[in-house]
């Protein structure tokens, strides 16, 4: 079964607007870290975090307390297991896996006391799970005939929805409205970087819309929904790419600090091949795609950011920091794992 008509597919923002950044949007920032890790994914009543930890190569999926006490690991599989999301009610959580030979979709209780149920075994990887908030559905991206797109499968088990709004392009990282009507995602083409796009879920039949607009600025990247105010937060390099296109010429070299390793743009030339490390922060765009508000700043890579579900909060993740390793030059080394932080309070009450 296949869906490519989608309605209402809002504008995110006009591009004078996406420039206006909110004056006072990192005032009395609070950053505390939780853990380290990645994937992170607040639990339904915010007192925990699913979260991804690796050891040996091998990852699997824990749980933390939201205060970072009580870390537990909740899969045991000698395979990779990755991207937690939690069912509404908070009993479950499904994760992708690769204990099958393959990249499928994986469901278990919060509680670790049942195994983990296979929900998808067709071929191909199917990542990035999303449950919807009624917890009837869950979407996720799949390897389909032209690339990346999106699925809907029921919680239960059942037929695959092939979901495909942008024909043309890839769909990825595919992220429910608090409501469920539509879904936040990444588009991107064979050579395009990612770019944010809304789109409306829509029944079969119904004719595409043609107003079809996305952020195609600057690089997005992993979106997610507030639960309160419905504005999205996402990663992207946006001050990175706009001080490159501005100055249209490459980023200077950073020479490295010993204490902070590398710090800013930096462009290393190793065997012709540009190895510069991204530099993502988190930026919030409003419901009514009026306007950007930054809630982290450099030097860190910041990824998959998730709010909690009073909508106060952003728990992200920083990437480890890359250094030039002493006495071997043009080589980049990773300073330290990823760590799961929260910004506190970005929204009053």
Not at 39 to 45: I, L, M
């Amino acid at each position: 079964m296949r869906i490519r008509g989608i309605r209402g597919l809002s504008a995110l923002c006009l591009l004078g607007l996406l420039l206006t950044t909110a004056p006072n949007a990192l005032a009395g920032k609070r950053h505390r870290k939780i853990t380290e890790g990645r994937n992170p994914a607040v639990s339904p009543d915010g007192l925990s975090v699913a979260f991804v930890r690796e050891d040996r190569g091998n990852t699997d999926v824990w749980i933390v307390g939201i205060d970072g006490k009580d870390a537990r690991r909740l899969t045991k599989s000698p395979h990779s297991d990755s991207e937690p999301a939690w069912s509404p009610d908070g009993q479950h959580i499904v994760f992708s896996s690769r204990r099958s030979g393959q990249g499928d979709l994986y469901v278990m209780r919060a509680d670790g006391t049942e195994p983990p149920v296979r929900l998808t075994s067709r071929k191909g990887a199917e990542a990035q799970p999303d449950w919807s908030p009624d917890g009837e559905l869950i979407a996720f991206e799949f390897a389909g005939e032209r690339g990346q797109t999106l699925g809907l499968i029921p919680a239960r088990g059942g037929e695959l929805i092939v979901f495909d709004p942008f024909p043309d392009l890839e769909e990825s990282d595919p992220c429910f409205s608090p409501d469920g009507a539509r879904l936040a995602m990444m588009v991107h083409g064979y050579d395009d970087d990612p770019d944010l796009a809304v789109v409306a879920l829509a029944t079969e039949g119904e004719a595409p819309d043609n107003r079809r607009h996305r952020l195609r600025e600057t690089r997005e990247y992993s979106p997610s929904w507030n639960p309160v105010t419905a504005q999205l937060a996402f990663t992207s390099d946006r001050e990175q790419s706009n001080s490159r296109a501005i100055a249209n010429e490459p980023p200077p070299a950073i020479e490295p600090d010993p204490r902070f390793g590398r710090r800013g743009p930096v462009r290393e030339q190793r065997a012709g091949v540009d190895a510069r490390p991204e530099l993502r922060t988190v930026y919030g765009i409003s419901a009514s795609f009026l306007g950007l508000v930054q809630y982290t700043t450099r030097p860190y890579d910041v990824t998959h950011p998730d709010w909690t579900p009073d909508g106060r909060s952003i728990v992200y993740v920083r990437e480890g920091r890359m250094q030039r390793a002493p006495g071997l030059a043009g080589e980049i080394r990773k300073l330290r794992e990823p760590e799961i932080w929260i910004r506190e309070k970005v929204h009053k009450p």
